[in-house]
């Protein structure tokens, strides 16, 4: 995985340094993450709250950086908290009130939809700007930038054109609001082409996932 990073980072004309690689573990046990711990990955993505909080309790003992992904709930907001460093799924202003917190600080992402469907996450990108600004204005919340997951339907390239343009603009908001997590799988090198800083990598680390039970 490392070695298609840097040549992704190469092809673009990026420092790997500005990458964190994130493994996505959703549906697989904890010895996996335990292995993956092994082979020096310290990062990793988990998208549903009682699975995450499970695996991060049992997996306590390990120096683990929890990023949540997928969905969230507002009153399960709180609770992701207590275990996730990073949220990168803050789509909508009442996950913002639900988070902010004057006791610790979370790092956040606002989701963007890239696509014309309502049901998928993430804020249209006419919201992102004014819902950037009420994380800057929470207490306890540290934008971190922009987050989305590539439309099944468009080349991904086109789709995280856009993306680089919400994080230019979000930037304006504020220069530190710099961060971009895009690229999965089948889209990480046009995501980091576009300025991907933060790459959700699930199966392509993990082989395929567990069906769900
Ligand atoms: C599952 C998931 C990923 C990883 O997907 P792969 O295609 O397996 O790399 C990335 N981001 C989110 C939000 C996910 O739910």
Known sequence: MADRIHDACRSAGRD???ITL????????????????????????????????????ELADLDITWHFVGQLQRKKAKQVREYASVIHSVDRAEL??????????????????????????GVRP???L???ESVLEA????LLGVMAVAPLDEEP??????????????????????????????????AIAAGATHLRIGT?????????D
């Not at 310290?42 to 549903?48: C, T």
């Not at 343009?165 to 999965?184: E, F, H, N, Q, W």
Request: glycine share 6%.
């Open 16 to 18: 790997p340094v500005e």
């Open 22 to 57: 994130i493994a996505v573990t959703k549906f697989h046990p904890v010895e996996l993450i335990r292995d993956l711990v092994s082979l020096g990955l310290h990062d990793m993505g988990e998208n549903r709250h009682q699975e995450a909080r499970e695996k991060a309790a």
């Open 96 to 121: 913002v009130s639900a988070l902010a917190s004057d006791e610790s600080t979370v790092g956040c992402f606002v989701q963007v939809n890239l696509t014309d469907d309502p049901e998928r996450g």
């Open 126 to 128: 006419e919201g992102v």
């Open 130 to 132: 004014p819902l950037a």
């Open 139 to 142: 207490p306890g919340l540290d």
């Open 157 to 190: 390239a086109r789709a995280f054109e856009r993306l680089r343009r919400l994080s230019d603009d979000v930037r304006t908001l504020d220069p530190r609001a710099s961060k971009i997590s895009a690229g999965m799988t089948h889209d990480f090198p046009e």
């Open 204 to 212: 392509a680390i993990t082989g395929n996932r567990p069906t769900r």
